[in-house]
C-alpha cells in the first residue's frame, strides 16, 4: 500500500458568509470568477466535466469554458466523442471548478443543450487556424492507428485551399444550472459550504455542514 495520509495542508485563504452572498449564483459566480482572474492564476476557464451513459457510468475530463450568461455555461467539443455520446443519452451533467490558490470551488448542475448552429460556427470561426485544422483532423475519442497518420490528417487541413468550416460532427453544448455550490476552505476543515437550488422561479440558498 502506498499511504499518503500525511499529505495535508490546512486551507486559510478566506472565509464565506451567507452575507457575502449574492441572491443570484451566476452574480456570484462571476464575482469569483473575476477574481480567480485578477489573482492572475492558470487556466481559470478550466472545468472538470462529469458525465454518465444512460446504464449510469461516469465519466469525468477536463474542458474549458468559453463563455457563460443567464443562458447557461458553454464549452466546445466533438459530438461523437465519449461525452458528446454520454450527453445525447443523458442530458444531465455537472462541472467543477477548482481554483487552488484561492481555496475555493464551484460545483454547477444541470441539463445541458447543444449550441445553435450559428454560435457553433461562429466560435468556429474564431478559433486559431491550427486549432480548427486540428479538429478537422482529429475524430475525438475514436482510435488511430499511430501518430503519424494523425499529424498527416492535420498537414492535409492546414494546407487546404478550400477553408476549414466547422464539421458538423463539432460544437457547442450550454449547460443550464438548476445547482449551484460554492466551496471555501476553512482551517481545521471547517469549510464554508452554500448550495443553491432553482425551483419554482426562484433560487433558494442552504449552508452545508463541511
Known sequence: MTD????????SFG???????DASPLVQFSRW??????????DVSAMALATSSKEGKPTVRIVLL??????????YTDYESTKGSQLAANNLCEVLFYWKELDRQVRISGKVNKTSDEESDFYFSERPLESRAATIASKQSQPIESRPV????YKVAIASEGGLERPRRWGGYRLMPDQYEFWQGREA?????????YAEGEWSILRLQP
Open 189 to 197: 476543515r471547517l469549510h464554508d459550504r452554500f448550495h443553491y437550488n
Open 15 to 21: 472565509r464565506l458568509s451567507r452575507s457575502d452572498l
Open 33 to 42: 470568477f473575476a477574481e480567480a482572474e485578477k489573482a492572475g492564476l492558470v
Open 4 to 11: 499518503k495520509t500525511k499529505l495535508r495542508r490546512d486551507y
Open 66 to 75: 468559453k463563455h457563460f450568461d443567464e443562458s447557461g455555461f458553454c464549452w
Open 150 to 153: 494523425l499529424e498527416n490528417r
